[in-house]
C-alpha cells in the first residue's frame, strides 16, 4: 500500500500533437553552468528531435525516478531530452550532479512554464506553492508537437514502452 494518497489532478488544456509549444526563456541548468536561454534556442541547435519533460521538485521521488528511468532508456541518444522543473538553479545542479545525469533542466521557480503549457498543480496544503505534473513533449525543429503525454493523477507515471512508441523514440 501507497504511504500517500493519489491526487486527481483533473483537466488540462495543454499543448496537443500539431500545436505550437509555448515559447520561454528560462535559466538553462547543466552540470558545468546555467545561462538564459529561449526554448526556441535550445530547439533551433537540436539536429532532430527535443524531447520537453516536466517533473515536480527535483528532490521528489517522482522526479528521481522518471530521470532515472530515462536516463537507463537513453533516451539522450534519440533525442535531445530537456527538463523542466520548479527547483532552483543550485538544487538542479546538485541532482544533476548526484545522479550523473546527462541531461540539462530549465530551472522554474516560479511555475510559470508549466502554467503556460497548463500543467501546473498546486500543492496540496501549501497555499501559493505549485509544481508541474509529470509530462512529456516531443517538439519538432518549429516547435510543433508532434507527441504528448500528461498525467492526470499525482503520481502517475507513463507505460515507458507505449511512450517510446508515441513519441517516435523506438
Known amino acids: 500500500m501507497p504511504e500517500f494518497d493519489v491526487v486527481e489532478l483533473g483537466p488540462t488544456d495543454h499543448p496537443e500533437p500539431g500545436e505550437e509549444a509555448p515559447e520561454f526563456t528560462r535559466p538553462l541548468v547543466t552540470d558545468e553552468f546555467w545561462e538564459d536561454r529561449t526554448l526556441s534556442e535550445l530547439v533551433d541547435e537540436t539536429d532532430g528531435r527535443t524531447i520537453l519533460v516536466f ?73 501559493g506553492l505549485s509544481e508541474p505534473r509529470v509530462a ?21 507515471f507513463p507505460d515507458y514502452d507505449d511512450l517510446e512508441s508515441a513519441l517516435g523514440l523506438e
Request: hydrophobic share 40%; aromatic share 16%; charged share 30%.
Open 55 to 127: 517533473t515536480p521538485m527535483t528532490g521528489s521521488f517522482v522526479a528521481k525516478y522518471v530521470w532515472d528511468e530515462l536516463a537507463e532508456r537513453d533516451w539522450d541518444d534519440a533525442a535531445r531530452v530537456v527538463g523542466v522543473t520548479a527547483s532552483t538553479p543550485y538544487g538542479i545542479k546538485r541532482f544533476i550532479e548526484d545522479n550523473d545525469y546527462p541531461f540539462a533542466f530549465f530551472t522554474d521557480p516560479s511555475n510559470r512554464v508549466a502554467e503556460s503549457y497548463d500543467i501546473a498543480h498546486e500543492l496540496d496544503g501549501m497555499t
Open 136 to 156: 512529456f513533449f516531443a517538439l519538432d525543429a518549429d516547435r510543433t508537437v508532434e507527441g504528448a503525454w500528461v498525467a492526470t493523477d499525482w503520481p502517475e
